[in-house]
Each structure stands twice: as structure tokens, then as C-alpha cells.
């Protein structure tokens, strides 16, 4: 009897194999060859998903992308009042509960597309203007917050906390990084 593969979910372990020689090797290190070592599959059967590194890489950067959002589309589902979500998101920016892999690779790839002068959007800014903006909008930030430079300050603070945090030379707790959020969010919400 055939084996039935399911193609969405070997792109997938691909992709995986992918973040982890990114962040034991650098990009530079993911190569075809490593990347299918790292997944145990044949340089062929990646191929097969993938015919082009270019394209591999694409893929493990969205797929890192989609997974951020989901967990961000739950925290926004919670019961959970508002700020409480913006903090729980804002964490999941700084450091996912999955690992610090994602983050490794994510800061791989926008270095690589920022040398290839690729780079269209950053995803962390938008989402950090949009929650903005929808708090605003909702009446939940104080009134006389200049919105375009929270987001530029919100910003900043979460890659310098998460650029911390990958170096592991300044070591920072998880519990100590939610405090200062928690205090910087409530500077700009409304008691």
C-alpha cells in the first residue's frame, strides 16, 4: 500500500528544519543540503517542495509570520480586557511561548531582505500601529497621546527588548520584561 504524504505538512517540517539551522548557523548556513539533513529528507524531496532556496525561505518566513498572528488573533479573542490583550501580545512579540527560534529567524530574514533592499513592510510595526489606532478609535488611550510616536517608541522598545533578549548578554526575565510593558501601557491607557 502507497504511503499518503501530506504535502502541506511536509512543507511545513521543512520550514522547521529551515528556522532551525537559521538560528544555529545563520542564514548564511541554510543551505538546500542542511536544510534537508536538518528534516531528514533527501535533497531531492526538498526540492520537490521547494525549487529554489528563495522560495524556501519565503515560505519559512510566512509561516513564522502565520503562526505569530494566530496566537495574536487569540489573545484579541480572550475574555480578557483590553490592555491585558495589548500586553499579552506585546509579550508574544518580545518572546514567544514556542521558543526564541522564531525571533532568531525572523531577525535573520529581515537583515537578509533590509541587504537585498527587499524589505517592504516590518509586521511588528504594523501591528503595533494598528492596535494603536483601534485603542484610540475605541477612547482607551489618553487623550493627549501623540499616537505616531507611541508607535514609534512601543516599537522600539519591543526590538530592543527582544534583541536583548536574543543576545543574552543583558539577562532580563520574562516576568521583569512584562512588568515594564505593563507600566509603559499604563502611561498611555486611560484609568
Do not use: C
Request: proline share 3%; net charge negative.
Amino acid at each position: 500500500m502507497p504511503k499518503i504524504v501530506d504535502h502541506e505538512e511536509r512543507r511545513k517540517i521543512i520550514a522547521k528544519a529551515t528556522w532551525n539551522v537559521i538560528a544555529r548557523e545563520g542564514l548564511g548556513g541554510a543551505s538546500v543540503r542542511s536544510i534537508a539533513k536538518e528534516a531528514n529528507l533527501s535533497l531531492g524531496a526538498v526540492r520537490h517542495y521547494f525549487e529554489t532556496q528563495e522560495e524556501l525561505l519565503e515560505f519559512a518566513m510566512q509561516l513564522v509570520e502565520e503562526q505569530v498572528t494566530e496566537r495574536i488573533m487569540e489573545h484579541l479573542q480572550s475574555p480578557l480586557p483590553p490592555k491585558e490583550q495589548v500586553l499579552n501580545i506585546l509579550m508574544e512579540l518580545i518572546t514567544p511561548e514556542e521558543n526564541k527560534v522564531e525571533m532568531q529567524v525572523w531577525l535573520e530574514y529581515v537583515l537578509y531582505k533590509i541587504r537585498k533592499k527587499e524589505l517592504q513592510k516590518e509586521s511588528v510595526h504594523e501591528t503595533i500601529s494598528e492596535i494603536l489606532h483601534r485603542l484610540k478609535k475605541a477612547g482607551l488611550l489618553k487623550e493627549e497621546i501623540v499616537l505616531e510616536e507611541e508607535i514609534v517608541f512601543l516599537h522600539a522598545l519591543i526590538d530592543g527588548l527582544a534583541l536583548h533578549i536574543l543576545m543574552g548578554l543583558v539577562p532580563i526575565e520574562r516576568d521583569r520584561i512584562r512588568y515594564l510593558l505593563k507600566k509603559e501601557l499604563d502611561r498611555i491607557f486611560v484609568e
